[in-house]
């Protein structure tokens, strides 16, 4: 079974600072999807970024980024150039590309980091 | 804006009573899943419909179920209600097809057992 792993339970950074969130995953498939999802107090799941398991490419967002490491397992979240709006919980999750009768797996998420942006 | 939307935003409920959340999905998504997310925790996935039927599952016990409506709408049922139901339950709608599914979230019943 699929794991996902989010060793950073709060961060905080400074405003206009940068910011890294950490995620690593456990999986035997090639196949599949990574992404951040950011729920603020409305508690809305909020698509940050998303990572094909195939692309060797790094995604980027305006100020989001992550560093894919495949063979590692590990898909890292940067914040640049923080704002107060950033402050929410922070959620990595997977999602196998082939999951149930056609339709793409469901989303396995971490546990959360709760990132503090300081003024 | 989602365009999912689902109701009650808050509810309270007794041990062993029964609860009905509901979930509109947007027009056109012919799959949702519901999600569960207790406090302090990553949500967790209940169950997923697709074009009405129940197509994939996770580790929740049979008296969670769920119907799927052809008009895009969406309940999850909760028989005999227990303490550790107390949480925020999201459902996601996506259009199953070709390529990548993005899911919708909408923002979640929270759900208190008392």
């Known amino acids: 079974a699929q794991t996902v792993t989010q060793s950073q339970p709060e961060m905080s950074v400074q405003e206009a600072e940068t910011v890294t969130l950490s995620c690593t995953y456990d999986t035997s498939e090639s196949d599949y999807y990574l992404f951040w999802y950011k729920q603020p107090p409305s508690r809305q799941m909020i698509l940050v970024i998303r990572?094909?398991?195939?692309?060797?490419q790094n995604a980027t967002e305006n100020r989001f980024s992550v560093n894919f490491q495949k063979a590692a397992k590990s898909f890292s979240l940067k914040i640049s150039d923080s704002q107060l709006g950033d402050a929410a919980m922070y959620f990595c999750a997977y999602r196998s590309a082939v999951g149930f009768g056609g339709s793409q797996g469901n989303l396995i998420f971490g546990k959360g980091t709760k990132l503090s942006v300081k003024p | 804006e989602t365009g999912v939307t689902q109701s009650p935003t808050h509810l309270i409920k007794t041990r062993g009573q029964q609860v009905t959340l509901r979930c509109s999905s947007q027009s056109g998504h012919n799959t949702v899943s519901w999600y569960q997310q207790a406090l302090g925790q990553g949500p967790q996935f209940i169950f997923q419909y697709y074009r009405e039927e129940e197509n994939g599952r996770g580790n929740f016990p049979p008296r969670f179920s769920g119907l799927q409506f052809p008009n895009y709408s969406s309940e999850l049922n909760v028989n005999a209600l227990e303490l550790d139901d107390s949480a925020l339950y999201l459902c996601?709608?996506?259009?199953?097809?070709?390529?990548?599914?993005?899911?919708?979230f909408g923002s979640g019943t929270q759900l208190s057992v008392l």
């Open positions: 990572q094909e398991a195939y692309k060797q």
């Open positions: 996601a709608s996506s259009f199953s097809g070709h390529g990548y599914e993005k899911l919708f």
